[in-house]
């Protein structure tokens, strides 16, 4: 599977975003996919996962209630919907498959990465 992202921009703090992650392969509906972030100088760290059916959704403390993944399995496409956005969501967004069932959401838990996509708020 290959990944590509969009949709990142420069947003004003408070403002909405949503990101998209297109995937190459027939598969992909077989796939739990999930966005990770990595800020400059932090480590990459999981921001939301969903199943391969769409029925069932993981998120970070940071962005639940915030943040809503989405997919849609007859466009091979992850969506993340991202409001109130806070200046500390500054980050290169990414979106991987998960390589196993359900079970952590770590960054060695997943694979095949997307190049990302910047997402820069400001105050």
């Known amino acids: 599977v290959q990944l590509v992202e969009s949709g990142g921009r420069l947003v004003q703090a408070g403002g909405s975003l949503r990101l998209s992650c297109a995937a190459s392969?027939?598969?992909?509906?077989?796939?739990?996919m999930g966005w990770f972030r990595q800020a400059q100088g932090k480590e990459r760290e999981f921001v939301a996962a969903?199943?391969?059916?769409?029925?069932?959704?993981y998120y970070a403390d940071s962005v639940k209630g915030r943040f809503t993944i989405a997919r849609d399995n007859a466009k091979n496409t992850v969506y993340l919907q991202m409001n109130s956005l806070k200046t500390e969501d500054t980050a290169v967004y990414y979106c991987?498959?998960?390589?196993?069932?359900?079970?952590?959401?770590?960054?060695?838990?997943?694979?095949?990465w997307g190049q990302g996509t910047q997402v820069t708020v400001s105050s």
């Open positions: 392969g027939r598969t992909f509906s077989s796939y739990i």
């Open positions: 991987a498959v998960k390589k196993y069932g359900i079970g952590t959401m770590k960054r060695d838990d997943f694979g095949s």
């Open positions: 969903i199943s391969s059916t769409g029925g069932s959704t």
